[in-house]
């Protein structure tokens, strides 16, 4: 095939636009690839569909060679189903919901649990007609509260989808490991590096769960990296908790007048002034306690207080995918008028009556409010927290002695060197985007939907489901996010719009009949070429061959009157004069070798 | 490829469903191609989706060979263009409308005219930008009153769509063409004989426009054909109106007494009674009044009066596609209520006063009443028709003499057997589905969206655009429609599923060994093979192989003990006896010759 780009439907910018907060956005608009038509709503424009269809292909291809089989439900789908699972409420204004002419309620698919083991529940019936792998190739819709980096995070994207049906847990593994393998090719086929992180089920329920993250400064996620190679979600970081500690040492708690110290920093000053020791204080001496207020699924509300070392935040991300599917809202002040026994900025577990220390947090407590505790707060750990009494805190107050817990909460911020899991040594912390997603679902779906097939025995059992999904519309911008450079999109060969770039450099009737000479016999062996004969500077030319990023470039110029022309290659910027005669060859060498 | 039955998602049905209406829907599902989840909304199973994909490719390819560019717009879409556009308003309850979380408004894309115009408008700015065709397969959304067949009129469904833009008519005219010539070569590749029919350019406004037709019961489009091979939708035909009659016999308009006629038939009845004459009279010499409520597209209403021959009803999609984007109802009791000058059942163009013929209909006359007539209705042609006094009629009312209209207004039924306009003798009325369209739309949108370049003078002209739709996923149903049979499903090479279905006959080893061994030869040799490994009686496996319709089977049976296994060609239900040792050769030939 030959293109010209004077025909073409594609303008190249010379300005970064207004929106575009990350390289491959900004590469995408200027180079012709997308344009925005909404927040969050983005036209593929042809180069940006010629890389889609490779990566679909791609895709399409790797799930074929698991067995999985490609079927294709539709986006516009009835309320019944996501009202069974609960979905419908849970996924809040993220879905898109309308009504139908006759006011039946419908939404916008943001992925297809529900429909898909529906229609296994429709199809099968003994354990004979499982396992099964189905997939599709489809748009899917969330309504975004915050659609951002153009194709990164969109409100409409593509996204193949599969889902495993199995009568037993052996089975499940199995599909979750072809899985694990067809997007490890994918990835591979796609010239893609990724880490495969532990992630959180978040709101798909299940157990086993991983992602497939580039690393990227654009990206959303932050994961961890252990120096053994362990790589979780910061969701899924569990703290390996630290030893016990001997506290027969240790003194009875104290309280002490702290005046004005409501926050950490303030407690601590105040603290190394009045009561000096050989170790300064820190904020990692000290308990700090925060209130949220929690809604559960059912809309339920109650109070939880989390108590962690002062020098921690509780990371927000950690805490809603802990508390899932119940939400958590910080304490107001007008909350804590509600609850006088919660003095705000000097909260802590234990009050002093006579002498004696008396937990007041807790469900067995006084208070019976619900009480957890990082999982750094261990037995014999000694902290300086709040006395429940305005400008009063106490010292050495140990837990397992004076206090203790409802539950571990491992929900404060992850931070670079903090000590791996696995003991390797310290995190290293970084920033990737979500490619692909693999789930064990387990039966969460089948039962809310009561999928059953008869097994061997004869006997009705549940089955159990996996889920995977992998952004096709997301992969144009992380393909072009990690290899685009500071003059363009530089794409790898297997997905990039054309094999070849022809730029004709210069006026005169040979050069135009040698570039379409050239450009014919290139056709004629397979190769897919665009060819510029716009009627514009040799200048123009080469920036828009570097913006566009085409893997290889063949400029036809000056040398020409020598016999030579220039074989250009993208990523490396290098080039090469050959002689025009083993131009052809060297060519189908370098775009086909 | 191999595929195996026992681990295919698919479930044949020995049942119709309830809902099936016509032969292909009913096939459709019965075989496992699809399965409903809603009113109009499909799921296309594994054995379906295998066609559209091929379907899919064959578009494809044709597109791209007449200079059409591959892009994507999404289908959820802000407001503001369609409210520019009017289409927002015009589309009424089809349309799909939703609200995002910020309750700005969005609907679902029924058809992209506007956004592939606003794309054009932002990428180009002169005359060497264009020509330029544009297209897009993607899902489309409209909120039937009726979806119904399946495939045939759902609410969710994939279209191939195209917009051309072009400085002048000419080009055009060349876009339309190339349309016109890919769409012949996909139906001809996919096996489709259709009809080209000249069509109303309905709810796109423009001029001309074709349907590609495929004669079939189950359509809801209803078309003419000439001797001579003129084709029409019915909408589109307009009556050759009959030459003018000399009137100078015809005596003045008689009012005569017709008790209880408010009807044609008693009319006639009455007539023949007591003014017999020697040609009986007919339905055909009376005049009807039909009077309709018409809104216009602003919401205006006012009241039309059609008068057409007693013996023709109106067509309604006829006097919709005519009104449009007006929309016409009857007159109900109320409306008469409120025009005492309208008495229904007698209504007439003119009233008798004083021996003189007086119109009383017509924008020109008393009542101020807009009155049109059938194309029939010509320069002295005479008719008996309502006095606008209950139980009386006039007779001798010529037109031209006693009164006149305000237009014409061609909304008869057509009848088979009604003159062709062409004149080449009787009309032939057939129904057929309609799978591709192609239009002129001429400058409508361009107009309300500002699409302008330069020229090559340096003027800023108005682009003119064509659109052009190929109904990807109707297609499947369609060719099931035209090729199934009393038994099933029957699918030409070129879309079917599979190019081969082995079905095993009996046990024993021998059989299995050589199915499997088979099955290896024809699917290294390139044959995408689908083998019937279940364990269930020969005569389920062959009805089920005429139920799922792939073109070939090869049965290894009772035979094989004579060395010979049987292939069966599924179109023609014919089967032959081949040597064992031949059968791949002999299959190769069949599937690929």
Same mark, same amino acid.
């Given at each position: 095939?030959?293109?010209?780009?004077?025909?073409?439907?594609?303008?190249?910018?010379?300005e970064?636009?207004?929106?575009?907060?990350?390289?491959?956005?900004?590469?995408?608009?200027?180079?012709?690839?997308?344009?925005?038509?909404?927040?969050?709503?983005?036209?593929?424009?042809?180069?940006?569909?010629?890389?889609?269809?490779?990566?679909?292909?791609?895709?399409?291809?790797?799930?074929?060679?698991?067995?999985?089989?490609?079927?294709?439900?539709?986006?516009?789908?009835?309320?019944?189903?996501?009202?069974i699972?609960?979905?419908?409420?849970?996924?809040?204004?993220?879905?898109?919901?309308?009504?139908d002419?006759?006011?039946?309620?419908?939404?916008?698919?943001?992925?297809?649990?529900?429909?898909?083991?529906?229609a296994?529940?429709?199809?099968?019936?003994?354990?004979?007609?499982?396992?099964?792998? =189905?997939?599709?190739?489809?748009?899917?819709?969330?309504?975004?509260?915050?659609?951002?980096a153009?194709?990164l995070?969109?409100?409409?994207?593509?996204?193949?989808?599969?889902?495993?049906?199995?009568?037993?847990?052996?089975?499940?593994?199995?599909?979750?490991?072809?899985?694990?393998?067809?997007?490890?090719?994918?990835?591979?086929?796609?010239?893609?590096?990724?880490?495969?992180?532990?992630?959180?089920?978040?709101?798909? %329920?299940?157990?086993?769960? !991983?992602?497939?993250?580039?690393?990227?400064?654009?990206?959303?996620?932050?994961?961890?990296?252990?120096?053994?190679?362990?790589?979780? /979600?910061?969701e899924a970081?569990?703290?390996?908790?630290?030893?016990?500690?001997?506290?027969?040492?240790?003194?009875? +708690?104290?309280? *002490?007048?702290?005046?004005?110290?409501?926050?950490?920093?303030?407690?601590?000053?105040?603290? /190394?002034?009045?009561?000096?020791?050989?170790?300064?204080?820190?904020?990692?001496?000290?308990?700090?306690?925060?209130?949220?207020?929690?809604?559960?699924?059912?809309?339920?509300?109650?109070?939880?207080?989390?108590?962690?070392?002062?020098?921690?935040?509780?990371? !927000?991300?950690r =805490?809603?995918?802990?508390?899932?599917?119940?939400?958590?809202?910080?304490?107001?002040?007008?909350?804590?008028?509600?609850?006088?026994?919660?003095v705000?900025?000097?909260?802590?577990?234990?009050?002093?009556?006579?002498?004696?220390? +008396?937990?007041? @947090?807790?469900?067995?407590?006084?208070?019976?409010?619900?009480?957890?505790?990082?999982?750094?707060?261990?037995?014999?750990?000694?902290?300086?927290?709040?006395? /429940?009494?305005?400008?009063?805190?106490?010292?050495?107050?140990?837990?397992?002695?004076?206090?203790?817990?409802?539950?571990?909460?491992?929900?404060?911020?992850?931070?670079?060197?903090?000590?791996?899991?696995?003991?390797?040594?310290?995190?290293?912390?970084?920033?990737?985007?979500?490619?692909?997603?693999?789930?064990?679902?387990?039966?969460?779906?089948?039962?809310?939907?009561?999928?059953?097939? =008869?097994?061997?025995?004869?006997?009705?059992?549940?089955?159990?489901?996996?889920?995977?999904?992998?952004?096709?519309?997301?992969?144009?911008?992380v393909?072009?996010?990690?290899?685009?450079?500071?003059?363009?999109?530089?794409?790898?060969?297997?997905?990039?719009?054309?094999?070849?770039?022809? *730029?004709?450099?210069?006026?005169?009737?040979?050069?135009?009949?040698?570039?379409e000479?050239?450009?014919?016999?290139?056709? !004629?062996?397979?190769?897919?070429?665009?060819?510029?004969d716009? /009627?514009?500077?040799?200048?123009v030319?080469?920036?828009?061959? !570097?913006?566009i %990023?085409?893997?290889?470039?063949?400029?036809?110029g000056?040398? @020409?009157?020598?016999?030579?022309?220039?074989?250009?290659?993208?990523?490396?910027?290098?080039?090469?004069? +050959?002689?025009?005669?083993?131009?052809?060859?060297?060519?189908i060498?370098? *775009?086909?070798?």
């Amino acid at each position: 095939m030959i293109t010209r780009l004077s025909q073409y439907f594609v303008k190249t910018l010379r300005e970064d636009p207004a929106d575009a907060e990350v390289p491959s956005h900004k590469w995408l608009v200027r180079a012709g690839y997308v344009r925005r038509i909404g927040p969050g709503i983005y036209t593929m424009l042809p180069l940006g569909q010629k890389v889609y269809n490779k990566i679909e292909q791609v895709v399409r291809e790797e799930l074929n060679a698991i067995g999985a089989q490609e079927m294709r439900i539709p986006a516009l789908l009835p309320r019944e189903p996501f009202e069974i699972s609960n979905r419908w409420e849970e996924y809040g204004p993220t879905l898109f919901r309308l009504k139908d002419r006759k006011s039946a309620d419908y939404l916008l698919a943001p992925t297809h649990e529900e429909m898909f083991t529906l229609a296994v529940k429709d199809l099968c019936s003994s354990y004979k007609d499982l396992p099964l792998i =189905l997939y599709h190739i489809t748009p899917k819709y969330r309504d975004e509260a915050r659609p951002r980096a153009g194709l990164l995070r969109g409100r409409e994207f593509i996204m193949e989808d599969s889902y495993s049906f199995d009568v037993d847990d052996e089975g499940l593994k199995a599909a979750y490991e072809k899985h694990r393998t067809a997007y490890m090719r994918i990835m591979d086929r796609l010239g893609l590096k990724y880490t495969m992180v532990q992630a959180m089920a978040g709101a798909m %329920g299940g157990s086993r769960s !991983e992602e497939f993250l580039i690393e990227a400064e654009a990206g959303e996620d932050t994961f961890v990296v252990s120096p053994a190679g362990f790589a979780a /979600n910061v969701e899924a970081v569990r703290i390996t908790p630290p030893a016990e500690q001997d506290f027969s040492e240790v003194g009875p +708690v104290q309280v *002490v007048d702290t005046p004005g110290t409501p926050t950490i920093v303030d407690l601590v000053e105040r603290i /190394n002034a009045d009561h000096p020791r050989e170790r300064a204080w820190e904020a990692a001496d000290t308990l700090k306690n925060l209130v949220f207020k929690v809604t559960d699924a059912e809309g339920k509300k109650s109070v939880l207080i989390v108590g962690l070392p002062g020098d921690r935040e509780v990371d !927000e991300k950690r =805490l809603e995918a802990q508390l899932e599917p119940a939400v958590a809202e910080p304490f107001t002040d007008e909350d804590f008028a509600q609850y006088p026994v919660l003095v705000k900025g000097y909260i802590g577990p234990v009050k002093v009556v006579d002498g004696q220390a +008396v937990q007041i @947090l807790g469900e067995e407590s006084e208070s019976g409010i619900r009480y957890v505790v990082d999982p750094r707060v261990v037995k014999g750990t000694r902290w300086v927290t709040g006395a /429940n009494e305005v400008d009063k805190h106490q010292l050495d107050v140990v837990y397992g002695r004076d206090f203790t817990a409802d539950g571990v909460l491992d929900v404060a911020e992850v931070r670079d060197g903090d000590p791996a899991p696995d003991g390797s040594g310290p995190l290293k912390l970084a920033r990737g985007i979500e490619l692909g997603h693999i789930f064990q679902l387990g039966r969460k779906y089948a039962k809310a939907l009561d999928l059953k097939v =008869l097994d061997r025995n004869g006997k009705l059992v549940t089955v159990t489901m996996g889920s995977y999904g992998f952004g096709v519309s997301r992969a144009v911008a992380v393909i072009a996010e990690k290899t685009c450079d500071a003059k363009g999109l530089a794409w790898p060969r297997t997905v990039a719009p054309f094999d070849l770039h022809i *730029v004709t450099a210069g006026k005169g009737e040979e050069i135009a009949q040698t570039a379409e000479k050239l450009a014919a016999e290139l056709s !004629e062996a397979g190769i897919d070429v665009l060819i510029d004969d716009r /009627n514009v500077s040799p200048g123009v030319k080469f920036a828009d061959a !570097e913006l566009i %990023g085409i893997p290889t470039s063949l400029v036809i110029g000056r040398g @020409l009157k020598n016999g030579t022309v220039e074989v250009k290659d993208r990523a490396s910027l290098s080039s090469a004069e +050959v002689p025009v005669e083993t131009a052809v060859s060297v060519l189908i060498q370098t *775009v086909k070798g």
